[in-house]
Nanobody, 123 residues
Framework: QAQLVESGGGLVQAGGSLRLSCAASGRTFSANAMAWFRQAPGKEREFVAAVDWSGIVTYYTDSVKGRFTISRDNAKNTVYLQMNSLKPEDTAVYYC????????????????WGQGTQVTVSS
């Protein structure tokens, strides 16, 4: 059964960095668009970043541009989110998602979702 498993979350001070990983198993996701979303307590899930199957085309929400970088390694069936200059408002559970159409995945319409990893940024 195909699944996505996130890792790399944790507690970090403001200004610090974390690298999230999303490892896919059960099938290859090399032809799929991949994305990261996050959900803070009491808030709706929001789009963070997305990458197309090739790793060339990327999208970011405005609040993370210049600080976060999404990338993928299709040989490892893994997508990454490098998060630098973290802020307390980045605190959330981060989820990865996968689907065949990049525009739909960016909109949260994905075939697969991970279980999430907690990121907490202290001030």
């Amino acid at each position: 059964q195909a699944q996505l498993v996130e890792s790399g979350g944790g507690l970090v001070q403001a200004g610090g960095s974390l690298r999230l990983s999303c490892a896919a198993s059960g099938r290859t996701f090399s032809a799929n668009a991949m994305a990261w979303f996050r959900q803070a307590p009491g808030k709706e899930r929001e789009f963070v970043a997305a990458v197309d199957w090739s790793g060339i085309v990327t999208y970011y929400t405005d609040s993370v541009k210049g600080r976060f970088t999404i990338s993928r390694d299709n040989a490892k069936n893994t997508v990454y989110l490098q998060m630098n200059s973290l802020k307390p408002e980045d605190t959330a559970v981060y989820y990865c998602a996968a689907g065949p159409v990049l525009s739909r995945v960016r909109a949260g319409i994905a075939d697969y979702w991970g279980q999430g990893t907690q990121v907490t940024v202290s001030s």
